[in-house]
């Protein structure tokens, strides 16, 4: 084996992630033994930990939420107004729309990080739709609505500090 320090290499091909080790010049992710890796270190551990089995599970997680999301947003589409299915469907997209262009984003952000450019733009793509539906489609039809002062209130009064008292007078 080689003195220089062997180097852990992540790499796309066709949709799935390859991890190899190599002991020689310049390997095939473009990692050179002798200087370290080719792009920024935070973008290759990003790239790394997406490219593992807990990194692909999380990532697998967060898109099966953002695929239930864009269902629900279906189905508040073609529903009726004013129905129950509606109500429902919509308080569902409203309540996992936030988590899913989260999802999204570190989604993008690691298929960035490999060099895999169709998969960031087909997410940038569901991201950029699942913004414009969440944000342009008002709906009054969600339990949602109205709950956005109250929660603020409730937060407001969990956030403020205790009342002070006077300390007992001896």
Known sequence: MDS???????????????????????GSA???????????????AVALFGHSLPGLLLLSLGQAIVVVCVCFDMVRTVSVPRSRRRYIANTV??????????????VVLVHAASGAWEQVAAGVFVLVAVIFRWHHDADEDSWWTGKGKALGRWLRGKLAAPPATAPAAA
Do not use: E
């Not at 852990?8 to 190899?20: E, I, V």
């Not at 473009?30 to 290759?44: E, I, K, Q, S």
């Open 4 to 26: 220089r320090m062997t180097r852990l290499q992540c790499k796309m091909s066709g949709g799935t992630a390859h991890a190899s080790v190599n002991h020689s010049g310049r």
């Open 30 to 44: 473009g990692v050179r033994n002798d200087r370290g890796p080719a792009m920024n270190t935070g973008l290759y």
């Open 93 to 106: 997209f409203r309540t996992l729309a936030l988590p899913s262009i989260i999802c999204m984003s570190l």
